[in-house]
């Protein structure tokens, strides 16, 4: 009887030592990667996005019954070191999934590793098109320049502009692609392969743009569209006005920051450009919400920023939670599955090039204030 006894004590050791594990794997964290511009002339990009990331965390920290862990890799805003973070988040933190990154050219470095890696990734607000081209495992929830090209010519050609110009930075892949959108469906518009009276370029980190401005003033454009980044906007618009010019000023997504009005002071007056997001045009119930729980946060109202960032942390998990499941392909296969969800920038359905169709808002900088002027249906 005593060696009976003494079996199934054994037994039921054994069968609690492999319970043991089963129970911790379960607690085991998901764990998400992350790479932003946290440095760099982006970095007011990456920043607002993680602030957005944050919140969603915070509101959502959990999955399929276990704790989502979050891993952040600075991509300084270059090419690459987003190539280097993402394989470090890969490697090193041994992520199932990554969110990133702002800035087409670091998501088209950091997406080629993830895709080799077969790690699913969805960038928050990298719109140009060759970020998910022939990719299997990259994503995206925003829309296309191609898109907000033509959104902006028609703009500009129902302003009464006739005469465009474009100033665009040859070093980021999102400035040449949307000055080409842009390019295209003004002269459609026109019907006048010379309606673009001038095309000038510049490169990351110029800080003097006067020959540029100059040939654009000569051109006698009436309007001037520069798809960069807020920075180099600011300085543009500061340039352009003291040299006496007062034509319309445009750009694209890139500039929605608050630091378009800090550099650019008076001279961002009139500037108006497209984005995904307004705080003043609700899309969707949930964007209430967020706006809400925003500011209780961090004091100040979210830009598209933020809420790509919030919408994009939601959009993986959603994904996670529909595969049921921590592998990397199944993870895949619900992200490309992904139809009608209710995000803060719109009702989100992913199409087969991995892409979301949105909407886009028209903001315009009013008193120091970026207005809403209208949505823009694809």
């Not at 001037?224 to 920075?231: A, D, I, K, M, N």
């Amino acid at each position: 009887m005593r060696r009976v006894t003494g079996f199934l004590v054994l037994v039921l050791i054994a069968l609690l030592a492999f319970a043991i594990p089963s129970v911790s794997a379960q607690q085991e964290p998901i764990r998400i990667g992350v790479y932003e511009p946290m440095t760099g002339p982006m970095a007011a990009g990456g920043q607002m996005t993680w602030e957005g990331i944050v919140l969603a965390h915070e509101m959502t920290p959990t999955v399929l019954g276990r704790p989502i862990k979050l891993f952040l890799a600075d991509n300084k805003s270059d090419k690459v070191e987003s190539a280097n973070a993402v394989a470090k988040l890969i490697e090193q933190d041994k992520v199932i999934a990554i969110i990133g990154s702002y800035g087409s050219s670091n998501s088209i470095a950091g997406g080629d590793v993830a895709e080799k890696a077969g790690i699913p990734m969805m960038t928050d607000s990298a719109t140009n098109p060759l970020v998910t081209l022939d990719k299997e495992y990259m994503f995206r929830a925003c829309f296309i320049d191609p898109f907000q090209g033509e959104v902006m010519a028609k703009f500009a050609y129902g302003e009464g502009v006739r005469k465009a110009a474009i100033l665009k930075d040859v070093a980021q892949d999102y400035s040449v692609g949307l000055s080409n959108y842009f390019k295209k469906t003004f002269i459609a518009l026109t019907g006048d392969p010379k309606s673009i009276v001038a095309e000038v370029a510049y490169q990351t980190g110029d800080q003097d743009f006067s020959a540029q401005l100059t040939q654009v003033i000569n051109s006698k454009a009436e309007a001037l569209f520069v798809p960069g980044y807020f920075g180099d906007m600011a300085l543009v618009a500061k340039q352009l006005r003291q040299l006496g010019s007062k034509i319309l000023l445009m750009g694209g997504d890139a500039i929605d920051a608050p630091e378009l009005v800090t550099i650019g002071g008076t001279a961002a007056e009139g500037i108006v450009f497209s984005t995904f997001y307004s705080a003043d045009a609700p899309a969707t119930p949930e964007a209430k919400k967020f706006v809400d729980a925003f500011k209780a946060k961090y004091g100040k109202t979210p830009n598209a920023n933020g809420a790509l960032g919030y919408d994009t942390y939601n959009l993986v998990v959603d994904a996670i939670r529909r595969a049921n499941s921590d592998d990397p392909k199944k993870i895949r296969d619900a992200m490309a599955s992904t139809k009608d969800f209710p995000a803060v920038t719109g009702s989100t359905t992913i199409d087969e090039s991995g892409d979301a169709t949105k909407d886009a808002v028209l903001l315009k900088v009013v008193d120091g204030k970026f207005t809403y002027l209208t949505t823009v249906k694809p």
